[in-house]
């Protein structure tokens, strides 16, 4: 859970438009390198997310189900590939700064 939430605060940190994706999979790489808890966590944490996610996203950001439908798509792609032990940086985007 720790490496989750530090993903997600440097996510907020950062700001930075078109990074959601590598932060995802930043957080579940790094809580799967602890091990199978860790994996484990990560994906029950990242499951928990994207469903409030599709209550709240039509809400907050006005999208329709459609759009929430293919951003959780992404979003699962991406903590399903930093789990696996891919490089988060593969979703890395140009111009994150490096204390990223």
Known sequence: AKDMWRAYRDMREADYIGADKYFHARGNYDAAQRGPGGAWAAKV???ARENI???TDPVFKGMTRDQVREDTKADQFANEWGRSGKDPNHFRPPGLPDKY
């Open 53 to 55: 996610q599709g209550i």
């Open 45 to 47: 944490i990242s499951d």
